[in-house]
């Protein structure tokens, strides 16, 4: 049977999104802990969201959000809640952080959409912290069906296409994000719209402002940090203002291209600073967060060496020293491998694809955005810390470049769209699915 390209490419979507739903369902029947990054925090937020309210700074966190972290607290962890059947008579000061959530300081919108899909889920019958990690696997399944759309909007072949969306998939940190309350979620999808975005302004010629600065504050008022995946695209519109040929365009362009950059860093400016006028206002005078330089130093402190040197932690995109951010219960030797094997991969891809494809716009594009997106990372996320309160992080953690995974994977895909090469990476792909679910078993 031979299907229309564009029929097959939909199919192959849908197939790649059921691959993600299919591990996300694994995971949850394995019934995992309360995630250690602080995802009692995010189930708060989402509890809250969905009755239309929003946590501000310095609130404690509602009482059935209690609950679900003492009930489903992870064994041996430094950070121990009280024991399931006396979280009640605990005063919330005296829990672990003052039971703060401390995380009310992120934009909304992940959590609106997030709640509103758990209290659908739990017309079904799933609890609260099951329909909110439901929410974060719809938006990850959905990442991953517009990466392989992405990819096809750079012409490359479809078995390389879905090759990489299944790599992707299977990365720890993308599939981490499956299966817990967390805005990370919003990570795999940020990263695939810009891979999209890409595409439509070097393969489309289409320089338009509206729909990229629709999707950019989409990214923005859902998780901040994830706007570095549509910042690393930028890096070639900038260099194609300055010159055009390098990317493919003509001189008559940088004025669209320029607008394009303008209405770019704009929309950031405007969404960022807008959120954080809003919730600053509600912030308690005096208030200092719970979790105040746990990871953090003064930036005094930091050599300029160390502070340098902390810009390139990023680089890799997944966590070998955290355990990739799974719960206990779904992580054990074969992810554990497998995890290495995609450190290595995204670490050293994006580079042998810059200086492979410097030959081609296609090549220099997607080898710019994935050999520069954790730099970019690195860069915001000290210079927000720098400027909001005099710190830096030590070492930032690899999760925070999820919306980069997305543009390090393309620039590889572009290199492997070659015969042999198809091959391996499809082989690659399927043997990290497989580590995935096999992750469980032997936990």
């Known amino acids: 049977m031979t299907f229309h390209p564009r029929v097959r490419d939909a199919l192959l979507a849908c197939l790649l999104m059921l691959l993600c739903l299919g591990w ?18 995010y189930l708060d937020y989402s509890l809250k969201a969905s009755s239309g309210t929003v946590p501000a700074p310095g609130d404690v966190m509602a009482p059935q959000a209690r609950q679900a972290w003492a009930c489903h ?6 950070i121990t809640p009280p024991p399931c059947d006396a979280w009640d008579q605990v005063a919330p000061a005296d829990w672990p952080y003052r039971a703060e959530n401390y995380n009310a300081f992120h934009p909304p919108l992940y959590f609106l959409v997030d709640g509103a899909i ?3 889920a739990g017309l079904a019958g799933l609890s609260f912290l099951t329909g909110a990690r439901l929410g974060s696997a719809v938006l990850v399944a959905a990442g991953v069906g517009l990466f392989y759309a992405a990819l096809r909007a750079w012409r490359l072949s479809p078995v390389v296409s879905f090759a990489a969306a299944l790599f992707f998939l299977a990365v720890p940190s993308v599939a981490a994000s499956a299966t817990m309350v967390h805005n990370d979620a919003v990570g795999p999808l940020a990263g695939a719209a810009a891979a999209w975005l890409s595409a439509r302004i070097v393969v489309g010629k289409k320089t338009g402002w509206v729909l ?10 859902s998780r901040v940090i994830s706007i570095t995946g549509i910042l690393a695209i930028l890096v070639p519109v900038t260099l194609a203002i300055c010159w055009p040929g390098l ?7 940088r004025r669209h291209l320029a607008v394009l950059l303008g209405t770019q860093v704009l929309t950031v400016a405007a969404c960022y600073l807008g959120w954080d006028a809003i919730q600053g206002a509600r912030t308690p005078e005096g208030y200092v967060p719970a979790i105040n330089a746990i990871s953090t130093s003064p930036v005094s402190e930091a050599s300029t060496g160390r502070l340098l040197l902390s810009l390139l932690n990023p680089y890799g995109l997944t966590n070998p020293a955290a355990k990739y951010h799974f719960s206990p219960e779904l992580i054990s030797a074969p992810t554990q491998i497998w995890g290495t094997v995609a450190y290595v991969v995204l670490l050293v891809g994006p580079l042998l694809a810059l200086v492979a494809g410097l030959r ?26 720098i400027i909001n309160g005099g ?14 995974v997305a543009g390090a994977l393309a620039a590889i895909a572009h ?4 015969p042999i090469w198809r091959g391996v990476l499809m082989g690659a792909g399927a043997l990290g699915y497989l580590c995935l679910l096999a992750g469980p078993v032997w936990a």
Do not use: K
């Not at 992080?393 to 980069?404: C, K, L, M, T």
């Not at 290199?415 to 070659?418: K, T």
């Open 360 to 385: 081609s716009v296609r090549g220099r594009v997607l080898g710019l955005s994935g050999a520069t997106g954790p730099l970019i990372v690195g860069v915001v996320v000290q210079a927000r810390e």
């Open 24 to 41: 996300a369902a694994w995971a949850f029947a394995h019934n995992p802990s309360i995630n250690p990054v602080g995802e009692w925090t």
């Open 415 to 418: 290199l492997a769209d070659r």
């Open 391 to 404: 710190l830096y992080f030590r070492s930032i953690p690899r999760r925070y470049g999820i919306a980069n």
């Open 118 to 120: 758990a209290r659908l």
């Open 247 to 253: 990317v493919g365009f003509g001189r008559a362009q």
């Open 212 to 221: 990229p600065a629709l999707i950019t504050a989409a990214i923005c008022l």
């Open 73 to 78: 607290a992870p064994a041996g962890t430094a």
